[in-house]
């Protein structure tokens, strides 16, 4: 493995788990070439022709599956932090004795704590996806055998789709399914709303084995997932605790300051003429950007301005915009309450997208660039506009990078972010881990004060005059830095030790994750 | 061009329009090999970062797809007898002077005489797909410049899929669609209700063209079609005349013979023990299949037997079923009628299918074989149980073989024919073209009797003892060349010049069409 420089000046392995790699070279600077990922031909003389896949257990459907060691085997994350089949997963392959596996999970939890043991054991080789809390600190500290892989969700279906990663079988876990292994995430008791995340995995892995805790009789619908795609059905008692896969509710934050912030990004869209009749916008799920919904509704209320579609990950907030006539529909990536459930299962406007639709890069288009505004967050935001998602300022690989990659292609990408937490500068000279170059985000958005980035001069003259306080970034640095106590200390890592990489979402690699040293 | 005998007994060439072909071998009996078409990977950067995808016309979108001499361009048939953008889009080629076009359709229909100039003229230089009346008529003279290819609703996705054909550039008539290329068949003046035929194109395409007459602000949802698969996105006047598009109401037989065949079905499938709670079953859309439906109706509702589904192509008929609560879902490949239109458009249980989750045979299953019972039509039946849906007695080829091929993998086939049609028996020593073997096809129904297919020694079981005119195959035909004043002339066909082929649902091909000589 060879350190090189990147376009972005990062530096970042020519290999990674001994596969060579592609350094960032730009945004929209790199342009694939070659086929997607090539898929045998199968034939209906090899499966059941009355259409019944269901097998006795997991264990048999990943035996019947050909399981080995040094698999691809992949899951999603829609169950959240209650999923328990995917503990159970690796439950079975240590049983079975398999060494060696690559988890391709579109994202993890804390709840998959209970796998380290099988990290440090060697049934799992390494992680290609988010390592969020436990499994991030333990990556970081050097322990896990592999090179970790950071994706966005686009990143994740075009490696895929690519046929960067192999997928050797796929585990979806289905609130929902037939026998013929058709199935969805609106109904079931373990209801998460759509399984999206898992639509690359069933068309693309060699083997798609679907789980679920309802079967019902053929046809399955909606069919989020096609059975046409799936090898093998298998019915188990329960695949997670329902009250930690959706959120009963879901809060607004109570914070002055972060209620503040929310305040400005909804007068911000509203005086730069974002919002206007027919227009979309994009927030995430936490309690500023659910803020932020709710202002931006107050204002859309008092203009009458609609919106022509919102994207989710949806909440209740979302859900009333739908049902107050706000906006014609919701695109929706994944519900994350209660009632984002009960909108996809009854409302034909909410409707489950996925990350081919949304996000995925190499594709002809996709919808993330047709947003008008998205509102997203970071842990690090630099004078040059690049921002970090995954990594804290000590270090350590904490979060996954979700969608987030993928929106900051929306006309306007808006980071809503607190300008320093627990005392550590949130804006700073230069980020920890580079995950969105400067170049795509247009306005921060902190309590103390608005920037734009300098390239978005269409946004600077349509904000002059407002009231809002619009600051440059270095402006926004010195006074945070002030009250933090001057510049923030770098973190302690051993820069010639990658214990993961970040992806960008045309597959280069952005830059690279060190080793902690404590 | 050399002929040889397949599995079936039938004379093929072993090259169709200079490719090498391989011979049916039996059913089940072929297992592909080999990996699906190579599909080049695409990137947002070649695309309008805005989703707008909108060119001025069909012309200018064709030249941006580099249209040239010998492509392959493909159209669906959703839009049936009243189809006009075909006829458009052959007038642009021809205008564009460009010549020797494989011309790929799902289906053609008498509209498209139209097009007889242009196969004359060299614009196109064959057809593959269905030729129905006149173009099938040019084709059987021995006109056509190459060999037509007929393939079922699912050897067409098959043979896309498995990059057997090659669409260039994929025309899809989108009766509502958006700037990013989403589309569906359910709303706008020229509603279809849906254009799952068009899903292979969209998918496999090297260029895809939405062509739409009711362009509406993104997102247009459903999104039967993907913008996600859609480089072009066109604007016109009008698709076609929407009286011929979809019938105002589809009429059931009033003919007493008919009538006959249709109760019988309706019998044998309640005496059969087939039709009980949770059953499942395919009708085609003739005046018989449609009287069919209304009798087997009274029987479920006198028994109070509720089907999980009924398969369109739908009908009032069947959205009835559907509203009165005698089927959960109505899962449909085409819409026939207003009714069907407007049933699919309200109704989340009347769901839009496409050839992949139906019929497609190199898939991991299929619904067809799924399906309890399939009642289906024929040209001609011979002894051995093989069936003929596209030529008549004559030589002549005069239809396509929709969906049919694919259906005969139903658990119980019933093909409710007439005995003779015109004083020539449909009931012969031999089929002229051999669509359907006879192990696939397991009773025949006529109204001077029912021949059941002597493999399935269950249904001979099963039928013991019942009123019903059960009957032997060759007692048929027996009874019925009497009554046509004997033996039936064989067509005069020139043995030597194929002027199609028809292929197997497993792209294998199953038998040739010759010359008419007259």
Redesign the interface.
């Known amino acids: 493995m060879k350190m090189i420089k990147n376009a972005a000046g990062r530096l970042v392995p020519d290999k990674i788990n001994g596969e060579k790699q592609i350094p960032f070279a730009g945004v929209?600077k790199y342009?694939?070439?070659?086929?997607?990922a090539?898929?045998?031909?199968?034939?209906?003389?090899?499966?059941?022709?009355?259409?019944n896949?269901v097998v006795k257990s997991l264990k048999d459907a990943l035996i019947k599956s050909g399981i080995k060691d040094g698999m691809t085997i992949s899951t999603h994350h829609h169950l959240r932090n209650g999923d328990v089949l995917t503990n159970t997963l690796f439950d079975t392959l240590k049983e079975l004795g398999v060494k060696n596996i690559r988890w391709f999970p579109s994202a993890s939890f804390p709840c998959h704590q209970h796998l380290i043991k099988y990290l440090e054991d060697g049934t799992i080789h390494h992680i290609e996806g988010s390592m969020n809390g436990p499994l991030g600190k333990f990556t970081s500290m050097g322990k896990m055998k592999g090179v970790g892989v950071l994706r966005s969700h686009g990143g994740r279906y075009q490696s895929v789709?690519?046929g960067e990663v192999h997928i050797d079988i796929a585990v979806i876990a289905s609130p929902t399914a037939d026998p013929?292994?058709n199935a969805n995430g609106v109904t079931g008791k373990s209801a998460c709303g759509l399984i999206g995340f898992a639509l690359a995995d069933s068309e693309y892995a060699d083997k798609?084995i679907v789980v679920t805790d309802n079967l019902v009789?053929?046809?399955c619908?909606?069919?989020q997932i096609?059975?046409?795609?799936?090898?093998f059905v298998v019915e188990v008692a329960s695949l997670g605790d329902p009250s930690k896969i959706v959120s009963g509710t879901t809060e607004v934050t109570k914070s002055p300051d972060r209620l503040l912030i929310a305040e400005y990004v909804a007068q911000f869209i509203d005086e730069a003429g974002i919002m206007k009749e027919?227009f979309s916008f994009q927030a995430g799920s936490g309690g500023t950007n659910l803020a932020f919904v709710l202002y931006l509704k107050e204002r859309m209320k008092a203009k009458g301005v609609k919106a022509?579609?919102v994207r989710g990950g949806s909440t209740k907030y979302l859900v009333e915009l739908l049902e107050e006539g706000l906006t014609d529909?919701i695109?929706d990536g994944q519900t994350f309450d209660l009632e984002g459930v009960r909108s996809m299962r009854e409302n034909?406007?909410h409707?489950n997208t996925s990350p081919?639709?949304s996000y995925?890069?190499?594709?002809?288009?996709?919808?993330a660039?047709?947003i008008d505004t998205a509102v997203l967050g970071a842990t690090e935001v630099d004078i040059n506009f690049n921002a970090n998602v995954v990594s804290h300022s000590d270090g350590y690989l904490l979060h996954g990078i979700g969608g987030w990659q993928n929106c900051l292609?929306s006309?306007c990408t808006i980071l809503a972010i607190p300008s320093f937490r627990d005392r550590i500068p949130v804006i700073v000279d230069e980020v920890t881990t580079l995950c969105g170059p400067g170049e795509l985000i247009d306005v921060i958005i902190t309590e103390r004060g608005i920037a734009i980035n300098p390239l978005r001069k269409d946004l600077i003259k349509a904000m002059k005059g407002s009231l809002l306080p619009i600051k440059t970034i270095t402006q926004l640095r010195d006074e945070v830095f002030a009250i933090c106590g001057g510049v923030p200390m770098k973190p302690k890592t051993d820069r010639k030790q990658v214990v993961a990489v970040v992806k960008w979402v045309?597959g280069t690699i952005l830059d690279s994750v060190f080793k902690v040293v404590t």
């Not at 342009?31 to 997607?36: F, H």
């Not at 090539?38 to 259409?51: A, F, Q, W």
């Not at 995925?360 to 919808?367: A, L, P, R, Y």
């Open positions: 929209n342009r694939p070439s070659g086929y997607k090539k898929l045998p031909v199968r034939s209906c003389v090899d499966y059941p022709m009355d259409g896949k789709q690519d013929f292994g798609v009789p053929f046809p619908l909606p069919w096609q059975g046409n795609n799936v090898d027919g022509r579609f529909y695109l034909p406007n409707v081919f639709t995925n890069f190499h594709g002809k288009g996709n919808f660039s047709i292609y006309k045309d």
